[in-house]
């Protein structure tokens, strides 16, 4: 009996997850046959009822009171609310991601998806070089590598599995089927990221969550941690460096912009600072959330005043 009960307990986890999968692939066919619009607004709705109740809520409020301190509680509550909206949304637009991106340049009004700095694109898949760009949990952020996929441009976009087993493996399958190359984050990752730069390739990186092993930057007037990996390889690789965002419209249509190039900071030896990059892309993207606050992940723990490394005591 005690050695089933081990064998249950060692498993458990892993048959929970394979008992999901039916569970997932099914409301992933029914956002499907709902069609984008129906699927995207029962998703934004489901979440807007549910999402207050969860305890990531109080995450959410108390990184917007930080954020705006200005703000009364209602407008703080309404923004937790978009939040929630806009998660639920982008969760039922995966069934849907192989067609968000159809584009017909010959009626704009039957776009789905504008955009701005495609020449950035372009410039990017035809000179050559490597490139990096940085992005952020802004709108539906599974778009940008949709668009450089369309668009010819070898890239490969850097994700974090998600914690289920179930919803990873679609998510792989999804992501597999829309965009370039993919690469998971975690130990070892960097080296097939650094060979992708020496090949020339473009690299795609979301930076806007904590970075346990990160580098100090400020992020709304306090300071966070941030992942420097496309800050050291800028430096290393002298490649150039942009942003991307999105920004959601009604009726599930969207909004790309691709900066040019960043005018990063170096050091007194002429080459990129890698903290001072981190820092400048940073500032990046809050301009960006501070503009569509709404529409930003904020459910997540951004700001880890305990886990920032202490100050150095000088001695003597």
């Known amino acids: 009996m005690l050695r089933l009960a081990l064998l249950l307990n060692r498993h458990l986890p892993r048959l929970a997850g394979l008992a999901m999968i039916p569970l997932v692939r ?7 046959a709902l069609g984008p619009e129906r699927a995207s607004a029962c998703g934004g709705a489901l979440t807007r009822r549910v999402g207050p109740w969860l305890p990531a809520h109080r995450t959410a409020i108390a990184n917007l009171r930080s954020a ?41 009004a ?7 700095g495609i020449e950035h694109f372009a410039n990017l898949r035809d000179d050559g070089k490597p490139g990096l760009i940085f992005a952020a949990h802004l709108a539906n952020w599974e778009l940008p590598a949709i668009c450089a996929a369309k668009y010819g441009l070898d890239a490969t976009a850097i994700f974090r599995p998600p914690n289920d087993a179930a919803t990873a493996r679609l998510v792989q399958e999804i992501r597999r089927e829309t965009m370039g190359g993919l690469a998971a984050s975690g130990q070892g990752s960097v080296f097939s990221m650094q060979g992708v730069v020496e090949r020339g390739g473009h690299l795609g990186q979301l930076i806007d ?19 420097p990996l496309l800050a050291k390889l800028a430096r290393h690789y002298e490649c150039p460096v942009h942003g991307v965002r999105v920004i959601r419209r009604p009726g599930v249509r969207f909004h790309l912009e691709l900066t ?23 500032r990046v993207v809050e301009g960006w959330v501070r503009e569509n606050p709404g529409q930003w992940l904020w459910m997540h723990r951004r700001w880890r005043p305990n886990m920032l490394p202490k100050p150095k005591v000088a001695k003597g």
């Open 260 to 282: 040019p190039p960043l005018d990063l900071p170096r050091d007194a030896g002429g080459a990129i600072d890698v903290q001072g990059a981190t820092q400048a892309m940073t």
């Open 26 to 32: 099914g409301l992933f066919w029914l956002a499907r």
């Open 68 to 108: 705006f301190p200005e703000r009364d509680e209602a407008a703080i509550q309404a923004l937790a609310r978009e939040a929630w909206d806009n998660l639920g949304r982008t969760g039922a637009e995966y069934a849907h991601l192989h067609t968000l991106f159809d584009i017909d340049e010959t009626d704009p």
């Open 110 to 116: 039957n776009q789905r998806i504008t955009a701005d």
């Open 209 to 227: 969550q904590h970075f346990t092993r990160g580098v100090v930057v400020e992020f709304f007037g306090k300071p966070v941690l941030a992942n």
